[in-house]
């Protein structure tokens, strides 16, 4: 089954995508392996997260639309994060995927959330660090996700504030509900305060 999944998301997607999606992959799974979540869920999560980039970007809120997935305002205004919310339906529908947290991975790769689940921060963290990945900040980044989770994905928020703001884009919501919550389950943090 894997290997038919396989062969129809490389037919879906460019050869570069694809090889990113098999990088997420394989972060994705040796990452479940040292934080303790399902390795198997991980891997198809990270094979699957990027499922919907075939369709181009301008299209895909109409394929949202078209499919019954409920999308906001502000996914509206960032079309570069529409694909994770529709990925998740094209998982399901094309790929035949019933899980809920592999689903609910796929959905919040690209700006977190609140509350998300070791398998969605996984699948988070492990976009930014597959291997194929090069940007500035990379390597400190992976050397963060060696050592605690929740610490790696606020450097990297930091750094997508950072680029956000720079290039005057709006600031997806979620990320900073993901943000708030990696903050106040930071005891550290709790104890300073503001």
């Not at 919907?52 to 994060?81: F, H, L």
């Not at 996700?145 to 450097?155: G, H, M, P, Q």
């Amino acid at each position: 089954m894997l290997n038919e999944i396989k062969e129809k998301l490389r037919a879906s997607l460019s050869e570069k995508r694809y090889t990113h999606s098999l990088g997420v992959a394989d972060e994705a799974r040796r990452l479940a392996q040292i934080y303790g979540c399902d390795a198997d869920k991980a891997y198809l999560a990270g094979l699957l997260h990027d499922c919907a980039k075939g369709i181009p970007t301008d299209r895909q809120i109409a394929e949202c639309d078209k499919r019954g997935v409920k999308i906001d305002k502000w996914t509206r205004m960032c079309p570069p994060v529409v694909h994770g919310f529709l990925g998740a339906q094209i998982a399901k529908e094309s790929y035949g995927v019933t899980d809920s947290e592999i689903l609910g991975a796929i959905r919040h790769h690209t700006v977190g959330g609140d509350g998300m689940t070791l398998l969605e921060k996984i699948i988070y963290i492990a976009d930014m660090t597959e291997k194929n990945r090069d940007f500035d900040g990379v390597t400190e980044l992976r050397n963060e996700v060696n050592k605690d989770l929740d610490s790696a994905i606020e450097l990297s928020i930091r750094q997508q504030l950072k680029l956000c703001m720079s290039r005057r884009s709006i600031i997806h919501p979620d990320i900073i509900c993901l943000w708030n919550d990696i903050l106040t389950r930071d005891t550290k943090t709790t104890e300073r305060g503001h």
